[in-house]
């Protein structure tokens, strides 16, 4: 799970770790901030990886058709763009400041395949959090919310947060009627300010440092800088202050499923039996239910 600090105990904040260079799809080189299966428990939230390079050898490969079943997947692009298709029939580019949310449900096989800006430049967050047991067969769903979709709240000291799900200071994000409920916030503090939030004492809580440094408790002990998660310890609220460069996370909370964990690769059921038939369906033709609007030939 990469390099963690031990925090101390008048801090809360858990744990930090720093994320871990990875080679995913293709052949995409990512950095993996944390994934379940291997690491702590962060339920509801299953892995987080971010994909950032200006070299196109880095992610021109792509994520070429695959499948997921039980799971969302959560991607939010920084630069450059990803191009999307799925069995479903959708298809569309996801381009800076966009969200897509896509709920796999009972099953559905996807291509991502990354593009960078007129630099090259490519950074993009995909974010997995598991469905509770009564949801994972569900019919699966695509949304797309466009980055001018997305409200943003600037405070009285320059801080600027857009709120892509959950809610600040009475702005609400524009991710509803979602299966497992979520918090998802972009915080940019300037220079040396302070940004506060409430939470929930049940909930996981995580900050991933998207760019600059910061201290991640008002005692200004718990110091993490780009690339690294922050693991909050159960509180009602959460202080950061930026360092002298500012400094931008993502801000994630959400209520635990409490329910057993069978996963393996893009599927994430409860049960190994629930796993085995999964496998199964994709070997046998029958992991998409319905129509899949695709032909073999286009995977």
């Known amino acids: 799970m990469g390099n963690t600090s031990d925090i101390s105990n008048t801090s809360n904040v858990r744990q930090i770790l720093k994320s871990v260079p ?8 990512l950095k993996r901030a944390f994934t379940s299966s291997r690491g702590p428990d962060l339920d509801p939230f299953l892995m987080l990886d971010d994909f950032h390079s200006d070299n196109p050898s880095d992610y021109r490969m792509g994520f070429p058709w695959h499948p997921h079943r039980g799971m969302e997947t959560i991607t939010y692009m920084i630069s450059g763009i990803v191009e999307h298709r799925d069995s479903l029939g959708n298809k569309g580019t996801i381009g800076p400041g966009d969200i897509q949310w896509m709920t796999a449900g009972s099953g559905i096989i996807h291509q991502e395949m990354p593009k960078g800006n007129e630099k090259g430049e490519l950074r993009g967050l995909q974010l997995w959090t598991n469905l509770p047991a009564a949801h994972k067969m569900m019919p699966p769903r695509y949304r797309e919310i466009k980055s001018e979709q997305i409200p943003s709240v600037h405070t009285m000291n320059g801080t600027v947060v857009k709120v892509i799900c959950g809610n600040v200071d009475g702005m ?30 049940e909930n996981t809580v995580l900050a991933y440092v998207l760019e600059g440094e910061g201290y991640f408790d008002p005692e200004s002990i718990s110091f993490a800088g780009s690339e690294s998660l922050v693991i909050f310890k159960s509180d009602y609220w959460i202080e950061v202050k930026a360092a002298d460069k500012g400094v931008r996370f993502l801000l994630l909370s959400g209520k635990p499923l409490n329910e057993p964990v069978a996963w393996r690769g893009p599927v994430v059921m409860n049960t190994q039996e ?26």
């Open 22 to 29: 990875i080679t995913e799809g293709a052949g995409v080189h």
């Open 172 to 201: 609400h994000g524009p991710v509803k009627d979602i299966m497992t409920e979520i918090e998802y916030l972009d915080v940019n503090i300037p220079a040396d300010a302070s940004f506060r939030h409430p939470t929930q004492p």
């Open 274 to 299: 629930e796993l085995k038939q999964a496998f199964e369906d994709y070997k046998e033709n029958r992991f998409v239910k319905g129509e899949a609007h695709f032909t073999e030939s286009s995977q």
